[in-house]
DNA sequence: TTAAAAAGATAGCAATACTATCATAAAAAA
DNA sequence: TTTTTTATGATAGTATTGCTATCTTTTTAA
């Protein structure tokens, strides 16, 4: 039996869900490789249409624009991720023990998951890296917003930050924590990369160095009573 | 006798300097004012030239596009913060106090200072947090820091770094720690007035908070031996 | 006063970000 | 099986963006 890890995107960011056709999943697939290769900025619809062979006016009946996609892989990953932490903290007693998975989840590449077949997770990890951001540091983030676009992302921070209550329940800033390991997971990581001078990792490279630098930040702070 | 602050600023950013023209000023006054106001993704040239008065062409001889406008100001910013906190931090010696007041100064809103005519620092420090990051998310960031573009923003990450050092010489990520606190004073910002669940600061949404959280952050993961 | 530099005015062009329409193929319902 | 819906393909078109080029006029500096 094979399973199929089934994530529940929001309505509002399709015109036609792309999970119920071919070229739904192609038009994912295939987003996520030209993004990974090209960068958001340089990515098009029409380029998109060309590397799937279809046409452009195929891909706006699937969305509405390139924005509306980008939030929707990152959305996905998101909520893939949050299924990762619960799979992998399941049955797991010690909150400290759990907060150690998550912040190595975050901070290292994710392996293919055989589970999702149209989605490269280790591409679209190095898409949330460099072009995650760009999803709400927009204008209409308020507008998003009302549309729960980031739900899925606020919604893993409510789980990071529960994990931390439950290691240091009169620990006071349990949310802006979370946002701050989920985020300087991925900063570091780009940093370590193309800006090493920004980071302690720049000699060796290593993700790592990530985990053990966003560990000592986080045990350090909530530790003290 | 009026002091002015002159930012030596990297050649290559621009075609030709624009501080040593009216028309250069303005372009870099009106195009702090539309960033702030529509947006990086939604500011072209057209309507800079048309908000100032001159030509598309016009901007064009001072700026190849608006990806290195954009760090231009940027970079402008944290050449200014530098200048800012050297000048704060002059002739006090406890290291902690220094570092308290680098955190202040990044996480409140700065006053327009008189001392730069053309610049509006308040504006400008929205932009950043809203849009700092977009100047190095991009794939010619490598090619980009080859023309050391991000020069300012390094020799300030490294500035803190010292700082760091100077509470804790044994610290191990003084880098790290530094980009966190600059990253994280935005970024909290940014999400307590646009995405508030995702920090602790909802409610009031006080800057006075985001700096408390970054002190408790900072001070302890130095502070512990 | 004369030449060099900067700015203004206009034109144009390829790419982007869409919208619209009509035909056809595939899938689902009758 | 036939009809009807639904999805896709093919093509066209439009406004805006992101530039480059050229020519003229104004300003500045030698």
New binding site residues.
Partial sequence: MKLQVQIKMNEGLFL?NPE?????KNIIKHSIQLIARYGFE?F????LAEDI??????I???F????LLLIYIIAWYWGWLEYQISFQTNNVKDPAVKLKKVIKLLATTVEDDIKTNYVDESLLHQIVISEGSKAYLTKQVGEDNKQQFFKPYKDLCAVIGNIILECSPKYKYPRSLATTIIEMAHFQNFFMNNLPSLTDFGKNKEETEVVAFLKDLVFSSIKKV
Same sequence: chains 1, 2.
């Fill in positions: 036609r119920h056709t071919e070229l739904g340089a098009t619809f029409k380029k062979g279809t046409t452009e006016a195929g706006y009946r699937y509405e624009n390139k924005h």
